[in-house]
């Protein structure tokens, strides 16, 4: 994803509690800066800002991010030199999306499922033992349960 100025990102949005892939290629990539620091931090206050070196590849300076912010990510680089690239000191800003999966993330693993399941069963079992013993002990007492003869049936 090119969102502006030599700066290049792995997916096509940035979203909260997510990591991304940032490269780099601006000019101080541009003039053979032999080590590149990424400075940045998330909102208008510039909260939990954080600095870590770049990993130089053949096509500019790459980092591995973890988006922690919720609102935007700003950054600006430096190189080895102390020379800074702060978007003509505007900083770089990009915004962070709301992650829509994190209500389906959140699931309460402590409920007694096994529990659950064995009341199921027996008190299905409990159903079925009940239903045969109405249905059944009745005509075993009395002198209505008979035994079809499968063989003497004519058919009509």
């Given at each position: ?5 030599n700066?290049f990102?792995?997916s096509n ?9 940032l ?22 206050l ?7 070196e ?10 591995e991010?973890?988006i922690n912010g919720?609102?935007s990510?700003n950054?600006?680089?430096k190189?080895e030199n102390?020379e800074?690239d702060n978007?003509e000191g505007h900083?770089y ?5 709301k992650?829509?999966?994190?209500i389906?993330?959140k ?12 009341t199921?069963?027996?008190?299905k079992k409990?159903?079925?033992?009940f239903?045969?013993?109405?249905t059944?002990?009745?005509?075993l ?6 035994r079809?003869?499968?063989?003497n049936i004519v058919?009509?």
């Open positions: 994803m090119n969102l502006t100025k700066i990102f792995d949005k940035i979203v909260e509690n997510t990591t991304i892939k490269t780099y290629c601006g000019n101080l990539f541009q003039k053979d800066s032999q080590k590149v620091f990424i400075h940045f931090g998330y909102g208008l510039w909260s939990n800002v954080s600095e870590m770049m990993t130089k590849k053949e096509n500019g300076f790459e980092a991010i973890q919720t609102d990510f950054c600006c680089f190189n102390d800074w978007n900083n800003s990009f915004e962070i999306e992650n829509e999966l994190a389906t993330k699931i309460d693993t402590n409920l007694p499922t096994k529990k659950l399941s064995r199921y069963i027996w008190g409990l159903k079925i033992l239903y045969k013993v109405i059944y002990v009745p005509k007492l009395g002198s209505s349960y008979k079809k003869d499968v063989d058919p009509q």
